[in-house]
């Protein structure tokens, strides 16, 4: 069954100090998505992207954020500059129409 | 404002114990409501959509359903294997926004 794959599964990073974290939508998706998830809390949404253009943000998708899909696979959340309050679980999800299907997971630490 | 409240917070079942989970929502154009099931340190895992009120959704142990203000998730003779996080989550009021608002969640534990 096919399934959104990320990498890495953690990655700790000073504060100050850029990441990228990567996705691997399912084939044939259209829309993908960025959340994120502070230990303890809800689910929130960051990013939607389709068509090669940001389609819908949220408050927390400042300009220390950006999106892309660097080929025809992979699709990835740069943080520019780190701080502590990034640390989360941030989830890829990818859907064909309208049910989300998420990937396991970055857990980003940052120091 | 909160658009999405899931009770209760923690429910604890014994096995074959059957019981519900609550979602409410206040979104008034309805365009879906999702339910997934998240264990700890994973991603949220698809269970069901719900698009009308008095559609029902099954799957093994668990049954959706949904009203005009809220959605119930039957768990029936659950097994500790049923143990998780459940989350609701509908998207924004806004047609062509896909963006999905996430409960709190309920989490289960069931025992032995």
């Known amino acids: 069954e096919p399934e959104v794959t990320q990498t890495p599964s953690h990655q700790v990073t000073q504060m100050g100090q850029e990441v990228i974290l990567r996705c691997v939508p399912i084939?044939?998706?259209?829309?993908f998505y960025w959340y994120r998830q502070i230990l303890g809390q809800k689910v929130e949404f960051l990013v939607s992207f389709y068509n090669n253009e940001i389609s819908e943000k949220s408050e927390i998708f400042d300009d220390q954020f950006s999106v892309e899909r660097p080929d025809g696979s992979n699709f990835t959340l740069k943080i520019r500059s780190t701080k502590l309050e990034d640390s989360a679980m941030y989830f890829c999800?990818?859907?064909?129409?309208?049910?989300?299907?998420f990937g396991p997971g970055t857990r980003l630490t940052v120091l | 404002e909160d658009q999405v409240t899931q009770s209760p917070e923690a429910l604890r079942l014994q096995e074959g114990e059957s019981s519900s989970l609550n979602c409410s929502y206040t979104v008034s154009g309805l365009r879906g409501l999702f339910w997934y099931r998240q264990d700890p340190g994973k991603g949220p895992e698809f269970l069901f959509t719900l698009y009308s009120a008095g559609e029902e959704k099954e799957k093994e142990r668990l049954k959706a359903t949904l009203t005009k203000k809220e959605s119930f998730l039957h768990i029936t003779a659950p097994k500790p294997e049923d143990s998780a996080t459940y989350l609701c989550?509908?998207?924004?009021?806004?047609?062509?926004?896909?963006?999905?608002?996430f409960g709190s969640g309920t989490r289960l534990q069931v025992q032995p």
């Open positions: 999800a990818s859907t064909g129409g309208w049910e989300q299907f």
């Open positions: 989550a509908v998207p924004s009021e806004d047609t062509g926004r896909r963006a999905l608002t």
């Open positions: 084939s044939n998706h259209l829309y």
